[in-house]
């Protein structure tokens, strides 16, 4: 029923749509959605994943995204802070988990992580990926973004207080800009990964 695939370039409309609903109005423009695509495509490879189920009206909907960006595509999250003094990997070997979003009635069922684990497989198969640094919402309900991670294997770096404040969106939290929530800048250390695999 439900299907994990790449993000394609008819996607982007309702792709935005779902990010309206799932984050806030605003968060994402449709232009900055094209964005995502471009930043998402390395060698033909499209490292942004959709959560889809089929729909009468439309043949599939998006009920989930995992924004993903390969090495060398990407300098800066939405917000601001960057700490990549402080990652085991220097900024042209790290990947970047830009946004998950899912579905209300879609939290709770390890969705979340099934999309960003399929999203480390791909970054581990088809490019020389070191590490994948993310910005974690802290106030997310019951803070399940940062437990996720948690259980993936990230590593809380730092902090950031109002990380999003000079994104003009309406926050599903604080209701109207600006945005006062707080980010955690978390790294996951793929070679460690690798090798605790292999012990």
């Not at 980010?183 to 460690?192: C, F, I, W």
Request: hydrophobic residues 35%.
């Amino acid at each position: 029923m439900y299907q994990i695939r790449a993000l394609r370039a008819e996607d982007l409309k309702s792709l935005q749509r779902f990010t309206d609903q799932a984050i806030g109005e605003g968060y994402y423009s449709l232009d900055e959605v094209r964005e995502v695509l471009q930043r998402s495509t390395l060698g033909g490879e499209v490292f942004t994943l959709v959560l889809v189920r089929p729909d009468e009206a439309t043949g599939e909907r998006i009920v989930g995204a995992r924004l993903t960006y390969p090495p060398g595509l990407w300098n800066h999250g939405k917000g601001k802070g960057l700490s990549p003094h402080a990652w085991p990997h220097p900024l042209q070997h790290t990947a970047y988990f830009q946004s998950l979003f899912l579905a209300d009635e879609l939290r709770g069922q390890g969705w979340g992580g099934r999309l960003s684990l399929a999203a480390i497989e791909l970054l581990r198969d088809k490019t020389s990926t070191r590490g994948i640094v993310t910005h974690s919402w802290k106030e997310s309900p019951d803070n399940s973004s940062t437990r996720y991670l948690l259980k993936l294997g990230f590593q809380k770096i730092t902090e950031y207080p109002e990380y999003w404040r000079e994104v003009d969106y309406n926050c599903t939290r604080c209701l109207k800009p600006p945005c006062l929530c707080t980010a955690q800048e978390m790294y996951l250390d793929l070679t460690k990964l690798t090798q605790d695999l292999k012990d």
